[in-house]
Nanobody
Framework: QVQLVESGGGLVQAGGSLRLSCAAS????????MGWFRQAPGKEREFVAA????????YYADSVKGRFTISRDNAKNTVYLQMNSLKPEDTAVYYC?????????????????????WGQGTQVTVSS
């Protein structure tokens, strides 16, 4: 089993940056694909970014492409989401999630139900 704990959220002005971290417990972190999702009030959860188990493949939602970067450090059992040029519409609770390392394609990793473990979320608020 994997436990995930997000951190790094907060309040930032539009145009600013934040880096989210997701620390995972367990020795098998490197065997999992990791994803970031977000949910704004009154909206459904949506895919933000994903990274394959080895870090060689990354995927992004169109809405964040070019502004957000997902990365991982398997030695530290941590996945990151660097968020630049933030917009008010990026305001949401951000969740990290772990999926089977056998999943490496965008079609699978963009789907929330493919993920087995979820963190508790961290709030990101972007003011205009």
């Amino acid at each position: 089993q994997v436990q995930l704990v997000e951190s790094g959220g907060g309040l930032v002005q539009a145009g600013g940056s934040l880096r989210l971290s997701c620390a995972a417990s367990g020795r098998t972190f490197s065997s999992y694909a990791m994803g970031w999702f977000r949910q704004a009030p009154g909206k459904e959860r949506e895919f933000v970014a994903a990274i394959s188990w080895g870090g060689g493949r990354t995927y992004y939602a169109d809405s964040v492409k070019g502004r957000f970067t997902i990365s991982r450090d398997n030695a530290k059992n941590t996945v990151y989401l660097q968020m630049n040029s933030l917009k008010p519409e990026d305001t949401a609770v951000y969740y990290c999630a772990a999926a089977s390392g056998s999943l490496t394609d965008y079609g699978s990793l963009r789907l929330g139900y493919e993920y087995d473990y979820w963190g508790q979320g961290t709030q990101v608020t972007v003011s205009s």
